[in-house]
């Protein structure tokens, strides 16, 4: 979501991805975008029509950013 909202450089992302490859955790997985969906209207992190998430400009430096329900959900239909 990162990528998608703040322009996440790919190279930092590459930094992440063999990071979590050193220490053997997952850089990929599936799930069901209706579920994951579903689970994230409920959360706490909700203000009306929006959630509050946590995303990177880069490596150290984030931001809390409020993404709408309707560009969540075609995001999550993206990410698949």
Do not use: C, M
Not at 10 to 36: C, G, M, R, W
Not at 63 to 68: A, D, G, R, V
Request: aromatic fraction near 8%; charge should be negative; charged fraction near 20%.
């Amino acid at each position: 979501i990162s990528e998608e909202i703040n322009g996440f450089h790919s190279v930092d992302k590459e930094k992440i991805i063999a990071l979590l490859h050193k220490y053997n955790l997952p850089t990929q997985f599936t799930f069901d975008n209706d579920q994951v969906f579903s689970i994230l209207t409920k959360d706490k992190k909700r203000n009306g029509e929006s959630i509050n998430f946590i995303l990177l400009n880069r490596i150290g430096e984030a931001l809390i950013q409020p993404i709408s329900l309707t560009q969540l959900d075609h995001l999550l239909n993206q990410i698949l």
